[in-house]
């Protein structure tokens, strides 16, 4: 009885390393929002994030290996402040009309166990291209329980200087470090 | 220190006044006095953006037409040439500069915007070249039209959501301000020339229409703005003295700006948040 439990589970073991293949998955935008938060003079923090997001991913659990791929429309800049919006979509910031995607493409995908912990990329932003990690502080997939699709979900988190891709405007009074944290949810294709 | 030159009303106003002040003085005698512009809009740009070009953004390659006129115009003053080929070669040059320099925006667009954009920004380039160009014999009116056109591309494109090139803008109509303040002093003519009038042409021309692509100020602000090198062309009594000829041009070149920057004021609301 022993050796059949054993065979079967060394089979199962077997069975999943040799079948498992990378699977793709696609990000949905009405879950995937990038935000941001930066420094207000000092005084307070101004939160906002991008309304447009469009994006790919491959996970393959099993060779713990995975691919990233991230196109934010700088336009759908929102801070809950249209006035506020426009300026920041005008050159003094993301200058929207001459760069209107920012893009994060992955290089490395570090695993804790079987589930990635960060990502390592690049961040493309007004022509700029520089390396920027994502630290991923959430992670499940699962099966969605309203439409039965497979999924998973993400919450990261990262920092950068905006002056170092080129945006100087304004500073230091609106703050250089800005704390990114990336809401992501994908279906599998 | 920090806090005063991080002031947008020292960065744009103040500080290129002075510079362009100091300049105009300095070169006067090399009847270069029209650098004045340059160095208001090099102390701007020194204070609120930087000279590196990298990336090559619509503004930096702005920054850089701004720079290449005002080395390649007192090349012009100096070996006096004013014959029609350089009269067209200026104009070229404006038309082509505006295609240049907007190329990466209108690339992203359709074929028959782009072409419709492209038309428009040529044109609106090759206006403003024209009047002031004939205006770089009249240090006064050139004067009263550098402040008019600086001032309300500046004050219009701050509107449009832009502090960037609202101060950009603002330090050419400072510049110009500095320049007609000595000749108000002096109650002389300072020299002028293309030194003068060539990289406000670029400068002014550009960023209005930076302002348009870039920002939020409506096109039909443009034809507003071109109207200011059109009135400083108006003659003035002869026997009218230097101060009086530039309080009244300064008036009239104002009054398009004005109007431009209300026109904004309305459709945009108030300065950026």
Redesign the interface.
């Known amino acids: 009885m022993s050796r059949i439990v054993l065979f079967v589970l060394s089979f199962l073991l077997f069975s999943t390393q040799l079948f498992a293949a990378p699977e793709n998955y696609t990000f949905n935008p009405e879950h995937t929002y990038p935000h941001f938060a930066v420094s207000h003079m000092g005084f307070s923090t101004t939160h906002g994030r991008f309304n447009k997001t469009s994006g790919k991913f491959i996970l393959d659990q099993a060779a713990k290996t995975g691919a990233l791929e991230l196109v934010i429309e700088t336009a759908s800049i929102d801070t809950g402040l249209p006035k506020r919006d426009d300026h920041l979509r005008s050159p003094d910031f993301f200058n929207t009309a001459e760069f209107p995607k920012a893009t994060y493409k992955s290089t490395a995908v570090k695993f804790n166990g079987d589930r990635p912990a960060s990502v390592e990329g690049n961040l493309t932003l007004l022509g700029v291209t520089k390396p920027v990690m994502l630290t991923i502080t959430t992670f499940k997939c699962g099966v969605n329980p309203m439409n039965k699709k497979t999924m998973c979900g993400a919450d990261a988190t990262a920092k950068i200087k905006r002056s170092d891709f080129g945006m100087t405007f304004s500073l230091p009074a609106v703050g250089d470090d800005i704390a990114l944290t990336i809401e992501a949810e994908a279906y599998k294709d | 220190m920090n806090d005063w030159l ?1 002031h947008p009303a020292i960065q744009s106003g103040i500080a290129p006044l002075v510079a362009a002040l100091i300049t105009a003085k300095l070169f006067n005698s090399l009847r270069l006095s029209g650098l004045a512009v340059i160095a208001g809009f090099c102390t701007t740009v020194y204070l ?3 000279f ?1 070009f ?2 090559f ?3 930096r390659k702005i920054i850089l037409c701004g720079l290449a006129a005002a080395i390649i115009a007192p090349l012009i003053d100096l070996t006096a040439r004013n014959g029609r080929f350089i009269r067209y070669l200026i104009t070229a040059g404006c038309g082509s500069a505006a295609l240049w320099v907007f190329w ?2 209108l690339h ?1 667009k359709e074929t028959p915007e782009a072409a419709i954009q492209g038309i428009g920004m040529v044109m609106y380039m090759i206006w403003i070249s024209i009047f002031m160009d004939r205006l770089s014999t009249m240090p006064i009116s050139a004067g009263a039209a550098g402040a008019g056109l600086g001032m309300g591309v500046g004050t219009s494109a701050l509107l449009a ?5 609202g101060q950009l803008g603002i330090s050419l109509g400072a510049a110009c301000g500095a320049y007609l303040l000595i000749q108000i002093l002096s109650r002389k003519p300072l020299s002028c020339g293309r030194t003068f009038t060539l990289p406000l042409t670029f400068l002014c021309g550009l960023i209005g229409l ?1 302002a348009v ?4 100020l409506p096109w039909h602000c443009l034809p507003i703005l071109a109207a200011i090198p059109v009135v400083a062309h108006v003659p003035l009594p002869r026997n009218w003295l230097p101060r009086k000829k530039i309080i009244a041009l300064s008036i009239l070149a104002l009054a398009p700006a004005f109007a431009a920057v209300f026109l904004v004021w309305r459709e ?3 300065i ?2």
């Open positions: 991080n609120v953006a930087d590196h990298e990336p953004t619509v503004v990466p925006i992203q959501t832009s502090a960037l090139l930076a692509l870039l920002a939020k945009a609301g108030g950026p948040v």
